[in-house]
């Protein structure tokens, strides 16, 4: 069975500071892998997710991060926080052949003026 | 589309009474999944379908707990009957199995019992 780590349980940082979110993995088969964001009293909205090609992705909001096999490791990051990007978030595992999810157990990013 | 939506988004109620929290997917999408979200406890995945049919329930907790998903467009979770423990957000999520294969998630329903 596959199983998701967040180191961190909450991170603070300052606004415009770089943050990244450790997220590491285990699986036995090969995986997609997935970063949700979820705002205070609201449900979890997909930030970017890995399928296969590029290890580095993309979302939105300007969040990325880099899939790295051989650490089993998909960190999130962004260069310069805002305010507005305090939110818990989760880091999800999907086997290839899975329908199912595993997400982590959440990183509390606080950014503070 | 409206995405996902749930209802009531705030439930209250007392021990020993039978809850129903209620889910309308997208338009679309083949799977559907049930969690439950606490402090102590994380996300956890309760059960989900797919083309209306339950897959795996194994993370349903209890007897105490059903769920059905009649047709492609709703599905109900009910907790009978409920408990203080049992108080939690539940979140219902659907996905198109042949596509991105993320899920996307609703608002969630606020249970609380007392």
């Known amino acids: 069975a596959q199983s998701v780590t967040q180191l961190d349980s909450q991170v603070p940082v300052f606004e415009e500071a770089p943050v990244e979110l450790r997220c590491n993995y285990s699986?036995?088969?090969?995986?997609?892998l997935f970063w949700y964001v979820q705002y205070p009293n609201q449900g979890l909205q997909l930030l970017l997710k890995y399928l296969s090609g590029s290890t580095l992705v993309k979302g939105i909001n300007g969040f990325e991060a880099e899939f790295n096999k051989s650490q089993t490791s998909f960190h999130l990051r962004k260069p310069s926080v805002h305010i507005s990007d305090t939110a818990e978030y989760f880091c999800?595992?999907?086997?290839?052949?899975?329908?199912?999810?595993?997400f982590g157990g959440g990183t509390r990013l606080m950014v503070k003026p | 589309d409206a995405g996902v939506i749930q209802s009531p988004r705030h439930e209250v109620t007392e021990m020993g009474q039978e809850v129903t929290l209620r889910c309308k997917p997208i338009s679309g999408h083949d799977y559907l999944f049930w969690y439950r979200q606490t402090m102590m406890r994380g996300l956890e995945l309760l059960i989900y379908f797919n083309n209306n049919v339950p897959i795996d329930d194994s993370g349903m907790p209890e007897d105490r707990f059903s769920a059905k998903m009649p047709n492609a467009s709703f599905s109900t979770l009910k907790i009978q009957p409920s408990e203080p423990r049992d108080s939690a957000v539940y979140f219902c999520?659907?996905?198109f199995g042949t596509g991105g294969y993320e899920q996307y998630f609703g608002p969630g329903t606020r249970l609380t019992v007392t």
């Open positions: 999520a659907s996905s």
């Open positions: 999800a595992v999907r086997i290839n052949a899975g329908n199912m999810l595993t």
């Open positions: 699986s036995s088969v090969s995986v997609y």
